[in-house]
């Protein structure tokens, strides 16, 4: 495993290690009068991370997530990731419509209305490390951080792409596992438009594969013991991440165990509450699990 950098090192995050919860902030640039149930405010959350947005990619569910955006009420934003997909954007295949334009303006409205961003690129955006340790106009941009909950316990918030060493075994039957999950997406997104038409809500089929592929359940376990062995070796007492696109909210040997997911198959991101308790949420809102202190319940 990778290791990320000298223990002293890290903490040039710890400015970051933030205090006690304040009063949610007031909504700013939202109509006169209650919006539509469906597009009602979510209710205040202290954080929430997000990650692997793929913007400019085909397979980005961008309208969802601009939707998703603008129900957001929240003291602090952690973008943990892959928001722009500059890799692809590389390759000249961008798909870059209004619903992508869309989710840049959410996150300035966000900003606007007093949220505080923190930008931690990932590898498909790994040229924005560059610009680590800077504070943007908008945004506060890290290599990685320590966030510290409500209830005290210190999370790494790291894209998760530092563990691919310890995860990734190369050669023709990785390359080939890229070219059919590339594949399986785009059978995805005909889905989902089709069961859209039905008025049928969002069923990811690449999730659905890929839990019953024994070679990538492996891979998944590889990468979330690479990230419980970095923390542990911190002292810290979890890991926030993304990069593998496989939502996750579980504590193992008093460690948690956070992945908020993607939006490019599950479209979840992870909360936290006023309380320091972490919930994994979907695209409308809904809590998938929840995990209160020591206790962990199914949403």
């Known amino acids: 495993m990778h290791d990320l950098e000298p223990r002293l090192q890290l903490r040039e995050a710890a400015w ?5 919860a304040v009063d949610p902030p007031a909504a700013a640039g939202r109509s006169v009068g209650a ?5 009602a405010p979510f209710p205040w959350r202290r954080t929430i991370f997000l990650s692997d947005v793929h913007l400019g990619a085909r397979h980005c569910h961008a309208a969802e997530l601009a939707r998703f955006l603008s129900r957001l009420r929240c003291q602090r934003l952690y973008l943990v990731g892959d928001i722009v997909d500059l890799w692809w954007l590389a390759q000249r295949r961008a ?3 209004a619903a992508h334009s869309a989710v840049i303006e959410a996150l300035h409205a966000l900003r606007r209305a007093g949220t505080e961003i923190v930008y931690i690129p990932g590898n498909h955006d790994a040229s924005l490390r560059q610009l680590c340790g800077l504070m943007l106009p908008a945004m506060r941009v890290r290599r990685r951080a320590i966030h510290t909950t409500a209830d005290g316990r210190r999370l790494l918030v790291v894209h998760g792409d530092d563990y691919d060493g310890a995860t990734h075994f190369g050669g023709l039957q990785e390359r ?14 005909l889905l989902n438009a089709a ?3 039905l008025g049928l809500r969002y069923w990811s089929l690449s999730a659905f594969l890929k839990k019953r592929s024994s070679a990538a359940e492996a891979y998944i376990e590889r990468f979330v013991q690479a990230g419980l ?4 070796q911190r002292g810290l007492d979890g890991i926030v991440c ?4 496989r939502a996750a909210l579980v504590e193992r040997d008093g460690l948690v165990y956070a992945n908020d997911g993607d939006w490019v198959e599950s479209l979840t991101a992870l909360a936290e509450d006023a309380d320091g308790g972490l919930r994994l949420m979907d695209h409308e ?4 699990v929840q995990l209160v202190g020591s206790r962990h319940v199914a949403g």
């Open 95 to 97: 798909s870059w419509g």
């Open 195 to 197: 069961r859209g038409r």
């Open 176 to 189: 080939f596992g890229d070219w059919l999950y590339y594949r399986i997406l785009t059978g995805n997104r």
């Open 35 to 39: 919006p539509p149930a469906e597009d």
């Open 242 to 245: 993304g990069h593998i696109h």
């Open 285 to 288: 809102g809904q809590t998938l």
């Open 229 to 232: 062995a970095d923390v542990r």
């Open 16 to 20: 970051w290690e933030d205090g006690p």
